[in-house]
């Protein structure tokens, strides 16, 4: 039976599900991270606020035409910019998820090495490693 406590600080997945599922940021808020997941949630929210601005404008340009009448010039829709900053949004959601997967690895390589010294024949230090 182990009376140490080595094994409490075991990484999980959690945060990887946070960010994926909930927001981005909200994983690395799990991992006490707490600037990237500020960082993080206030640039995905800016991009998609700005989306779903620009989508109400749409929204509301397509549904005032009929009020209107005909029109020999089209509406000027801001379709460029609701694509450019769903771009952006979709781009952060990734980096996120992989700030957060890479987090989750090296707290796992963190917690691995204090087992090293229990195994035979594997350098725990980059000094014991051969030239």
Aim: proline content about 8%; aromatic content about 12%.
């Amino acid at each position: 039976m182990r009376t140490d406590n080595r094994g409490t600080n075991k990484p999980n997945s959690a945060p990887i599900i946070l960010s994926a599922l909930v927001m981005p940021g909200a994983g690395q808020l799990m991992q006490k991270r707490f600037m990237p997941a500020l960082i993080f949630a206030v640039l995905f929210l800016s991009c998609f606020g700005a989306v779903c601005v620009f989508g109400f404008k749409i929204i509301f340009i397509f549904y005032s035409l009929p009020m209107k009448g005909t029109s020999d010039t089209a509406p000027d829709l801001p379709l460029m910019k609701l694509v450019i900053f769903f771009i952006i949004s979709i781009i952060i959601y990734f980096i996120s998820l992989i700030d957060t997967y890479l987090a989750c690895k090296r707290q796992g390589t963190e917690w691995a090495r204090q087992f090293l010294p229990e195994i035979p024949g594997i350098p725990t230090d980059k000094t014991d490693l051969p030239a």
